[in-house]
C-alpha cells in the first residue's frame, strides 16, 4: 500500500511544473512557448535569467527530493524507492496538470538521487559541472551523468541500478534534439 501510494504521490509531485509556475508568478511568458521549449532551469535561464532559473532548478529538485524522502517514511525501500523516483521523473516530463509536456528530467532526477544516495549525488554533481565547465553544453552534461547514474549505483545499491538506467532513459530519449544539435554543431552552449 504503502508502494503504490508513493509512486501516486511521486507522479503528482513530479506533475507540478516548476517552470511554468515560475514564469505565471513573474508574469512572463510560458517556457513552453519559448526558446527549446522545455519547463527546465536551463530554458528558463536562456529566457527569463538566473533569479527564475534558480527558482525553477530548485522546485525541480525539491519534487524529486521531497517525493522519494515521503515514500521513504512510508516503509518503501531499495529497488521500489528507486521506481518512486521514476515516478517522479515521469510526472516532470509527462506533467499531468500541464498537457503532459514538462521538462527533461534531470533536475528532479536529482533531488530524488539525493534521498537514495548522497554520495552517488556528489558525483554526478561533479561529473555534471565538470562536463558543463570544459564544453559548455548542458545537454550533454546532463546526458552523461544520467548515463553514469546506474553505473554508480551498481557499486554502491545494486538494488538501484535498474531504476536509474529507466531514469537515465527517459533522460536521454528526452535529449534527442539536443543530441542532434551535438552532432550538427547547432547547440546552444550556456554562458557562465
Known amino acids: 500500500m504503502g508502494f503504490i501510494l508513493s509512486l501516486v504521490i511521486a507522479y503528482v509531485l513530479g506533475s507540478i511544473s516548476s517552470g511554468v509556475l515560475i514564469a505565471k508568478l513573474c508574469k512572463l511568458p510560458d517556457p513552453r512557448a519559448e526558446g527549446s521549449g522545455n519547463t527546465g532551469a536551463t530554458n528558463t535561464l536562456r529566457l527569463y535569467g538566473k533569479k527564475p532559473a534558480l527558482f525553477v532548478l530548485i522546485g525541480d529538485v525539491l519534487k524529486g527530493f521531497v517525493a522519494v524522502l515521503l515514500a521513504s517514511m512510508l516503509g518503501v525501500t531499495g529497488g521500489l524507492l528507486g521506481l518512486v523516483a521514476l515516478a517522479a521523473v515521469i510526472g516532470h516530463v509527462f506533467p499531468v496538470f500541464f498537457k503532459f509536456k514538462g521538462g527533461k528530467g534531470v533536475a528532479t532526477a536529482a533531488g530524488a538521487f539525493l534521498v537514495l544516495s548522497f554520495g552517488v549525488t556528489l558525483l554526478l554533481l561533479i561529473i555534471f559541472a565538470a562536463i558543463v565547465y570544459f564544453t559548455r553544453y548542458v545537454s550533454l552534461a546532463s546526458m552523461i551523468a544520467a548515463i553514469a547514474?546506474?553505473?554508480?549505483?551498481?557499486?554502491?545499491?545494486?538494488?538501484?541500478?535498474?531504476?536509474?538506467?529507466?531514469?537515465?532513459?527517459?533522460?536521454?530519449?528526452?535529449?534527442?534534439?539536443?543530441?542532434?544539435?551535438?552532432?550538427?554543431?547547432?547547440?546552444?552552449?550556456?554562458e557562465f
Do not use: M, Q, Y
Request: proline residues 7%; aromatic residues 10%; positive net charge.
Open 149 to 190: 547514474a546506474p553505473i554508480l549505483f551498481i557499486f554502491s545499491a545494486p538494488a538501484l541500478a535498474f531504476p536509474a538506467l529507466l531514469v537515465a532513459g527517459l533522460i536521454v530519449w528526452k535529449h534527442s534534439d539536443n543530441i542532434e544539435r551535438l552532432r550538427t554543431g547547432t547547440e546552444s552552449k550556456i
